[in-house]
């Protein structure tokens, strides 16, 4: 699985958007971009997973590259409940394993 | 209707102890997991089971015995806990082979005195 890297933390006003990037340059064409997220204390929650087209859901957005050597999550309007540690994470469709790194904290203030 | 739910939420007990954590989902997945949370927050999975069928183990140290008595569950035996093994310990599951969109349980926060 090809290692991922993001920013250790980012903040966020309340209602705005957050912009979280992922590099990922080691991806290989059937690795897709998985992200997760770990609020305070609760286990890790799926978000959203892409291959190489974009991709929305009732949580965020996926924009990946067209190189898929990065890809960035979107919250369109961030609240105090998504404060959370974001990770982002590159995994074949079929493995069983996902290999979490250190992730994104991100900190939304009002 | 707690999609995977573990037991205990909290487990505090002594050196050379042997306790067990047990986890259930009623998703209707066939896989289910372990994982290991550390104090410096890093997330790693020990264990992997399809089908009551082993499927991973990362070099976990043999005290630690994962159980499934059907697909619903996964139970984590620990013998003669060592102060290291104080953790959070997450299950998850996951539905078919073709995605990897896991399901994680609440956790259970390990002390080791």
């Known amino acids: 699985d090809a290692k991922t890297t993001q920013p250790p933390s980012m903040d966020c006003a309340e209602g705005r958007a957050a912009n979280l990037p992922c590099n990922h340059s080691?991806?290989?064409?059937?690795?897709?971009v998985y992200w997760y997220r770990q609020i305070h204390s609760q286990g890790p929650q799926y978000i959203i997973h892409?291959?190489?087209n974009n991709e929305t859901n009732e949580m965020a957005s996926l924009i990946i590259t067209e190189d898929r050597k990065s890809s960035t999550l979107i919250l369109p309007h961030a609240t105090l409940r998504d404060t959370a540690v974001y990770y982002c994470?590159?995994?074949?469709?079929?493995?069983?394993?996902?290999?979490f790194g250190t992730g994104t904290r991100l900190q939304v203030f009002p | 209707d707690t999609a995977v739910s573990q037991t205990p939420k909290y487990l505090v007990t002594q050196m050379g102890n042997d306790k067990s954590i047990k986890c259930e989902q009623n998703?209707?997945?066939?896989?289910m997991y372990w994982y290991k949370q550390d104090s410096k927050k890093f997330l790693k999975i020990m264990f992997s089971?399809?089908?009551?069928?082993?499927?991973i183990n990362e070099t976990v140290p043999n005290r630690f015995s994962p159980k499934s008595p059907d697909k619903a569950h996964l139970n984590l035996h620990i013998n003669s806990l060592e102060l290291g093994d104080s953790a959070v310990y997450f299950c998850?599951?996951?539905?078919?082979?073709?995605?990897?969109?896991?399901?994680f349980g609440p956790g259970t926060r390990l002390t080791v005195l």
């Open positions: 994470i590159s995994s074949f469709i079929d493995t069983d394993k996902l290999i």
């Open positions: 892409g291959l190489k």
């Open positions: 998703l209707g997945h066939d896989t």
């Open positions: 080691t991806i290989s064409g059937n690795e897709y």
């Open positions: 089971y399809n089908n009551k069928e082993l499927i």
């Open positions: 998850a599951s996951k539905a078919g082979v073709q995605r990897n969109t896991q399901y």
